[in-house]
């Protein structure tokens, strides 16, 4: 079984500010880890994904989350955000076989200019 | 090439009615999976399809949903009858196994279902 928690489920950043989301996992197996995104009034994106060939994973936006595996962490980053990056984040994990992807509960982000 | 597509994007419906929300996977993806959203909690999964058949069934909340997917192409969710409870947004997502054996799924726009 598997789990996602998201620490904070709004984060407000200043606008050119780092942005930090976070979330850990609990996989029985090696897992497979997301980050998608939601914009408002589209669907999910994806933002990244950890497949384990790199521990440091670089998305699109400038996003990058970093796998911790002795942390079961998978923290999602900026160096600097923009006005554009106000969405809702969602960390999610899969524990591989094409099965179901669990879902984090989300993290709004906003930007402050 | 055409993503993940549904249908309809809103519906709105009263309690005791029954819908019936269409979700047209990527062409050629053989997995295709429904998840739903409650407001203020998380994402959870329905169900999954392989083509035609249910591979995993094990989110469907009770027996007043029904997924079919005739054919191994789209996908049916029949909600019947409908529950204030059931209000939220259905996503559908779908993927083709690939070589580096991730199970990359992409998602549709969602459909927002409200229950009066």
């Known amino acids: 079984a598997q789990s996602v928690t998201q620490l904070g489920s709004h984060v407000s950043v200043s606008e050119g500010a780092l942005v930090l989301l976070r979330c850990n996992y609990s996989?029985?197996?090696?897992?497979?880890l997301f980050w998608y995104v939601q914009y408002p009034n589209q669907g999910l994106q994806l933002l990244l994904k950890?497949?384990?060939?790199?521990?440091l994973v670089k998305g699109i936006n400038g996003f990058e989350a970093e796998f911790k595996k002795s942390e079961t962490s998978f923290h999602l980053t900026k160096p600097s955000a923009h006005m554009s990056d106000a969405a809702e984040y969602f960390c999610?994990?899969?524990?591989?076989?094409?099965?179901?992807?669990?879902f984090g509960t989300g993290t709004k982000l906003q930007v402050i200019p | 090439e055409a993503g993940v597509t549904q249908f309809p994007s809103h519906s709105v419906i009263e309690k005791g009615q029954t819908v019936t929300l269409r979700c047209d996977p990527i062409?050629?993806?053989?997995?295709l999976y429904w998840y739903r959203r409650v407001m203020g909690k998380e994402i959870k999964f329905l169900l999954h399809?392989?083509?035609?058949?249910?591979?995993?069934e094990s989110g469907m909340p009770n027996n007043r949903f029904l997924a079919e997917r005739t054919g191994g192409t789209y996908s049916t969710l029949k909600v019947q009858p409908a529950e204030l409870e059931d209000s939220g947004v259905y996503f559908c997502?779908?993927?083709?196994?690939?070589?580096?054996?991730?199970?990359?799924?992409?998602f549709g726009p969602g459909t927002r279902l409200t229950v009066l």
């Open positions: 997502a779908s993927s083709q196994p690939g070589t580096s054996g991730i199970n990359e799924q992409f």
């Open positions: 996989s029985s197996v090696p897992p497979y």
């Open positions: 950890y497949t384990s060939a790199a521990t």
């Open positions: 999610a994990v899969e524990a591989g076989g094409y099965q179901k992807v669990t």
């Open positions: 062409s050629g993806h053989d997995n």
């Open positions: 399809f392989v083509k035609e058949s249910k591979q995993d």
